[in-house]
């Protein structure tokens, strides 16, 4: 199992930027793909972002592709989520999650992050 914390979340205008950060702990960190995922109040989670094992492939949302980047620096067991030209519609919990391929849904994920917010303002 991997445990999960996400950090990085906060209030910023729109057009800001932040960056998530997602450490993990335990053995098999660097065996898993990895996703964010984020979730508004009465909606449901939906996918963001993914990045495969060793890093080499990367997978998005239509409705952050070009403003998001997702990287891994497996030597620190994290995942970042760079967020640039940040909407109003992007505040959300976000949530880390580790399973065993990048997947868009929630179910191919077995472990997850508590999540960090993030709000921001118009």
């Known amino acids: 199992q991997v445990q999960l914390v996400e950090s990085g979340g906060g209030l910023v205008q729109a057009g800001g930027s932040l960056r998530l950060s997602c450490v993990a702990s335990g053995r098999t960190f660097n065996s898993y793909a990895r996703g964010w995922f984020r979730q508004a109040p009465g909606k449901e989670r939906e996918f963001v972002s993914a990045i495969t094992m060793s890093g080499s492939s990367t997978y998005y949302a239509d409705s952050v592709k070009g403003r998001f980047t997702i990287s891994r620096d497996n030597a620190k067991n994290t995942v970042y989520l760079q967020m640039n030209s940040l909407k109003p519609e992007d505040a959300a919990v976000y949530y880390c999650?580790?399973?065993?391929?990048?997947?868009?849904?929630?179910?191919?994920?077995?472990?997850w992050g508590l999540g960090t917010q993030v709000t921001v303002s118009s």
């Open positions: 999650a580790a399973g065993p391929i990048p997947a868009t849904i929630t179910s191919a994920y077995r472990d």
